[in-house]
């Protein structure tokens, strides 16, 4: 094994600078629409989750879909139950087991909110983009979404059919 570096090529290089364009860039400007709220993009995705839940999800169930570990899940939820958006409970059939449900308030403010989301969405990333390149983007997105963490939603391999929880209104 050589510890020589493997440096990246000029295409290599320019992806990879455009996505931290993206994100260092990109993803402050989605959080626009959940600053004046107090939020920040991922409790809006946790919200958007448990609003395509419907009867709610254990919270282990939670984490895993949104590729969080407990404690800053646990960190995230507390926030949204202090807010009046979420509630927690106890599982009927195993004590062991928190469910967690968005409320009428979350919901109500979810939906208010997801319209600019989307459109923000649209305004940063898709409206660039021809349908070949979406679909070259969500492919390649995919692929090392597929090697973070099995249950990204878009990830190469993810299970096709009903849309991951949140996906709709992320």
């Not at 290089?13 to 400007?29: K, Q, T």
């Amino acid at each position: 094994m050589t510890d020589e570096a493997r440096w990246l090529d000029d295409t290599e290089r320019r992806a990879w600078m455009s996505l931290l364009a993206v994100v260092l860039v990109g993803f402050p400007e989605l959080e626009r629409t959940f600053r004046p709220h107090g939020l920040v993009h991922v409790e809006y995705g946790l919200l958007a989750a448990l609003s395509d839940a419907g009867e709610g999800l254990r919270l282990s169930d939670l984490a895993g879909v949104m590729n969080m570990s407990p404690s800053r899940l646990s960190h995230r939820m507390r926030k949204l139950v202090d807010l009046g958006y979420v509630e927690i409970s106890g599982d009927a059939c195993d004590g062991r087991v928190s469910i967690a449900r968005v409320t009428d308030a979350g919901r109500e403010f979810a939906e208010s909110v997801a319209p600019a989301h989307v459109a923000d969405v649209r305004r940063l990333i898709f409206d660039h983009l021809d349908p070949a390149q979406t679909e070259a983007l969500a492919d390649a997105l995919g692929a090392i979404a597929g090697k973070l963490g099995e249950s990204c939603p878009g990830a190469a391999g993810a299970p096709k059919g009903p849309p991951v929880p949140g996906t709709r209104a992320m």
